[in-house]
Each structure stands twice: as C-alpha cells, then as structure tokens.
C-alpha cells in the first residue's frame, strides 16, 4: 500500500459548489458505512465492525474540521456561508449516529474481549458517549435531542459570527498615539479629517493597550472592544445557555456544567469549582499586592487617584515593570520580528523532536498569506501544516490550531491549521512582535505538534488532541517555556538592525518582570472560569448574565463591573468550552509538572523530549491523559510544581 499523503488543501479551496458537493459526499460515504454497521453478518470480526465505524465518523469528522475552518478564514462570504450549511448538516449525521438504536446495539454486541487494550478502551468510551448522547432513551425523547442538537449547531454558528463579524474602532488624534512604538504610529497614518483609526483586531489592540499614555484614548478604545457583539449576541447567549440546560436535563442531568464535566478529568461540575476557587484562595493575597503597586503607580502621575481602572492595567503593569524591574517591553520588540520568529518555532521544535520542517509552494491555498509545510521524520512525512497568520476582515480573531484533517496510520496524514492574528511582514515597516505574541506561538504550535505527532493512531477517533478536554492545553501550555529560555530565544532573537542575539541580562530580567502582575493575571483567569460555569450550573430561566459577570468580576478581581459593556458577549468560549473554562488552568497545573523534567534535563536536550514525544504526544486520545502524564514523569503529576510557580518571585 503507498504511503498516505496530504490530500485535504484541495477540499477547501474550490468553489462554493463543489465544497458542499464535498462535504455531500462525506455525508453520503458515512450514511453507507452506518448502513453496513447495520446490516454486518453475526460471526464478523470485532475489528471489521469497528473500523467501519471508526471510518463514517472519521468522515464526519474531518468534513466538519475543513467547514470549520472555511467558516473562519476564507475571504470568500459565500464559501464561509456552505461551510455554515455544511456544518449543520454534518452535526445532524453525527447527532442522528449518536442516537441511532441500530447503531448501538451492532456495537454493544461485539465480543473484543481479545482485541488490544487500546481497542477495549475505545469501545467503552464510545459506548459510553452513546449513552450520555442518549441513546438508551425512548424515541420521543431522542427525537427532542436530536432537535436540540441541530438548534445548538445553528445558535452556537450565530454567537461566533457575531463575534469573528463585529470589529470595532475608535479614531483619535495623531498625539494620543504618544507612547506607541514608531513602526506602530508609521502603520497608523491619519486619515482625510486628521484623525487616526485603530481597531479592535488584536494587533492595534494590545499593543496599544500597553503602551498608550492618554488614558482617555485607552478608555475610548477598551469600551468599545468590550460592546463587541452587543446587541446581537444578547439573545443569541441566552438561547445557548437556554438550549443546553433544555437538553442537559433531558438526558438526566441537573445541568449543563454537571453533564460537561462528566466525561472530563475533573469529573464534576462540584469539583470544577472547588478547583477554581482552591487556585483563587491561592492567588488572592498576590493579586492584592499586584494590584496596590499599580494604584501606587498611577497616583504618581494622577495624586489622589482612587482606584485602578481595567484600561489602566496593562499601561500600568508594562509601566511597572520597565521603572521596577528594569525591564522595558518595547526595548525587546526589535528582537522579534515576525518571519524570524516564526523560523525559530519551526527550528526550535525541530531539534527538540527530531522531525524536519520542508515548505511547500504548490499547494492551493485560500489565502495568500497561508504558509504551508510538511512535516518529516527523515524521508518520511507525519503530516502537513498551515500557517494562516496574519489578521483580515471577516477571519477567526484570536489564535487557535484548527484541524484539516485527522491522522490514522496507513490511511491518512493529519494536517492542521495554525490561524493568528500576529504583524504582516512585508510593509513599510518591520513586522515586530510583543514577547506575549511569542508566547502565543509556542503555545499554539504545541497543539499543532500534539495534532501531528499524535495522528498516527490505530483508530482515527483516537487521534492527535482527542485527549480529555481538561489535558489538551498542557503540552501547549508546556511547549510556551521556550519562549523564555536563552537557549531556545537566542538562536532566532536576533536585533532588526544589527543582528544581535537578545541579551540574556535583557531575558532574565523579562523573566523576572513577568513575574509582576501573575496574581491578578491567575484570579483573572478563575473569573473567567468561574463565569463559565456560573452561566451553565443552574437553570438559567431568570438570570442576568451582565448581573453574574458584574457579581463575579467583583469577587474575582479588582476591577468592577463597568456599566454598558458586554465582555461576555463576545466571549468566544461560553460556546466551545460553555461550562469548562477551568480547564486551562487545570491542565496548567499539569503542564508546570511535566516541564519539571526538561528544567532538570535541559530544554535542548533532545532525550528528554523524545521521550515526551513517544509517552504523551504520540499516542493522541488512546489512553487516560492522567497514565500519559504518569508514563512520562515515573509518578503521579502533583499540584507541588505549579505551587511552586504560582508562589515565585
């Protein structure tokens, strides 16, 4: 049989006609192998059955991963609106095979008591899964799921394009951009009336946010940020908090949040919670401190000042640590221009795991800023990635990894989409990067990685980042250590102008002023975490959500509600992670203990992150993330090394 190779790029670059012809056919390879499941003679091998299964879904699947990203990034409108379609129709199958009795039974009856450990582990968690998605329940009741179902793929489509849809901009005068660096004032020309735009897309927005003096401007740009996706998103987040509770306890669970943690690490929504408010309590004196040094700077240019505003903070924080820690964030920008970075994730990653990284120049693309590679193991390739980096209208907004295509040994390559919002190389000026772009590259890379290493399953429904949803952030989580390390910075930091490696004195000292701000940064994330869950532990039926976040913010952080704004509106993850936005901080905690290994053994040392490779990445979801973690420490992973982390400095 020869070898697979990357097939998927084809599929997302055509018309609007022929991808939903594609996705079509999908539906209708699924609809057959559901048939043959159906219709296998007794006596067939376990493995037969299953891999038929294992196929229909692998078609869904990857049928809604290209709609997916379709819908994010192509410029095409119409192509983003049959991505949408598609989408709802490929959710409806795999609803339809969730709840289809037929289905079920043919797989309960299998015998795999032989089969390998990994196979019997599949077959119980997927029966599994039938049961939570209903399955066992009478034909009304799953007529009413599959009808729920269908109408959270249509809502949940609506609050994202709200959001990915809806940038906003303030325009100032030219000396509100005092403090900005010049690369940034040179790309933001006035316009005809001597006015300057800036946008809420991310590029204009953090930076802005972190170095701009006039507090007025800062204020005018953080608003409006935070009225994203209001007033369309009001309705759309209470039919999503409505619908999930609707169809949480149809299937027999007193909420959404408990039947979402179920299946996860942390089991329970009550666990959930005791973890946020645990990492809270251990964060709270820290924040506090965090928070009366900025107060205590921002009374030094405003005497009497009585409070701390949210569009202070990151002026204030990046003030602090330049005056305090010696450390000045944009002094480091130079270091980080765009391409230069992005070879050095490639490079970095490279060494550590013996795979190669060869470009790719005639594969279609559906932009022109899409970068594409192949990914080698010596003359062997793993799979393929692309690089979609830069920010345009209409595009996903953040940075996340995207799946094109799952991984099975023998039978496909994995191929995954990296999409950022990070400078645009090629202007007037350099395309420098704050070191938190950096971070984010790592971080978004590591998902890339787990994707590509991990897509050489036996079964495709096991592949790559199908790990619990409360572990699938720690090897990305881990993999941003290297964005502060000398060894792995200096080798790609070099100085836009005169090619000098970035200082290790400078890096140390980044090192220590990032240590600033970690508390408030923590009790940040369990406002997040705890809103999450908030929104989905209890019948929403007459509750506000402006009321939880203005209730929640004020218990979590020391910035209360500011009247008429609707961060939560655009908060992208009350859809894709509704209750479990715990989970970051969860697989935090698990990401600190495994780099206790590479800390010991050296972050370059390739033995250590070969072994990494084959104990976590390498084998996707076929076992418990908890063994993964375990096979790869020697232990149990301990809450000691974050502990550690979250008291340093």
Not at 434 to 449: M, N, P, R, W
């Amino acid at each position: 049989m020869p070898a697979p190779r990357p097939a998927a790029a084809p599929l997302v670059t055509g018309s609007p006609k022929q991808f939903t012809q594609t996705s079509d056919d999908a539906l209708a390879a699924a609809r057959a192998a559901v048939a043959k499941l159906r219709g296998h003679q007794a006596g067939t091998r376990p493995t037969e059955v299953l891999a038929t299964y294992d196929d229909a879904m692998a078609q869904l699947s990857d049928a809604g991963s290209r709609a997916s990203v379709v819908k994010n990034a192509h410029p095409d409108a119409a192509m983003r609106e049959a991505a949408e379609k598609s989408e709802q129709q490929i959710e409806a199958l795999v609803t339809d095979i969730a709840l289809d009795r037929g289905v079920y039974d043919a797989l309960v009856a299998l015998d795999v008591g032989k089969e390998d450990a990994i196979t019997q582990r599949w077959v119980k968690h997927t029966l599994r899964d039938f049961r939570r998605a209903g399955v066992d329940r009478d034909e009304p009741t799953r007529a009413k799921v599959k009808a729920l179902n269908e109408e959270l793929v249509r809502i949940g489509q609506e609050f994202a394009r709200n959001i990915r849809e809806d940038v906003r901009s303030v325009e100032l005068s030219p000396n509100e951009l005092e403090g900005l660096p010049e690369d940034y004032v040179a790309a933001h020309k006035p316009g005809v009336n001597g006015k300057v735009k800036i946008t809420t897309d991310y590029p204009d927005l953090i930076p802005f946010m972190t170095y701009a003096r006039s507090a007025r401007a800062r204020e005018a740009l953080w608003r409006v940020n935070r009225q994203r996706a209001f007033p369309k998103n009001v309705e759309v987040l209470n039919a999503l908090l409505a619908k999930r509770h609707e169809l949480a306890t149809l299937l027999g669970y007193p909420s959404w949040a408990a039947y979402v943690t179920e299946d996860k690490m942390i089991k329970t929504a009550d666990k959930a919670r005791e973890f946020v408010e645990k990492v809270a309590a251990g964060s709270k004196a820290r924040s506090q401190r965090d928070y009366d040094k900025l107060l205590e700077r921002k009374r030094r240019d405003e005497p009497g000042a009585p409070r701390v505003d949210p569009w202070d903070q990151g002026y204030l924080e990046d003030r602090i640590r330049a005056e305090q820690y010696a450390f000045d964030s944009q002094a480091v920008r130079p270091y980080f221009e765009y391409t230069r970075v992005q070879q050095g994730v490639l490079d970095t990653t490279a060494k550590m795991f013996g795979i190669t990284y060869r470009r790719v120049t005639d594969s279609p693309v559906w932009h022109p800023d899409v970068e594409v590679f192949d990914v080698l193991e010596g003359d062997a390739v793993l799979g393929r990635i692309y690089l979609d980096m830069h920010p345009r209208e209409d595009k996903y907004k953040h940075a996340a990894q995207f799946t094109l295509a799952s991984g099975q040994r023998g039978k496909r390559l994995p191929e995954g989409v990296l999409m950022c919002n990070f400078p645009r190389p090629g202007g007037a000026s350099p395309a420098l990067m704050q070191h938190d772009d950096v971070q984010t590259f790592f971080h978004e890379f590591g998902h890339l990685l787990h994707h590509v290493l991990g897509g050489h399953t036996t079964w495709a429904s096991q592949a790559g980042v199908r790990t619990e949803w409360d572990f699938v952030e720690a090897p990305s989580q881990m993999l941003e250590e290297w964005s502060w390390a000398p060894e792995s910075l200096q080798p790609f930091a070099k100085h836009i102008d005169t090619g000098a490696p970035l200082p290790t004195e400078m890096i140390q000292r980044m090192k220590a002023a990032e240590e600033f701000g970690k508390g408030l940064w923590v009790r940040q994330q369990m406002f997040y975490a705890a809103l999450s869950l908030r929104l989905y532990d209890r019948d929403p039926k007459g509750v506000d959500p402006v009321k939880v976040v203005e209730e929640l913010q004020g218990a979590y952080t020391p910035f209360p509600y500011v009247k008429d704004t609707y961060f939560h509106l655009a908060f992208g993850h009350l859809d894709g992670y509704s209750a479990i936005y715990y989970t970051y901080m969860w697989s935090l905690v698990i990401a600190k203990d495994l780099f206790t290994v590479f800390k010991q053994k050296g972050l370059m040392n390739p033995e250590p992150a070969k072994r990494y490779r084959r104990a976590v990445l390498e084998p996707g979801g076929s076992n418990d993330a908890a063994l993964l973690v375990k096979d790869f420490l020697g232990r149990e992973y301990s809450f000691d090394a974050y502990e550690t982390w979250l008291n340093a400095g």
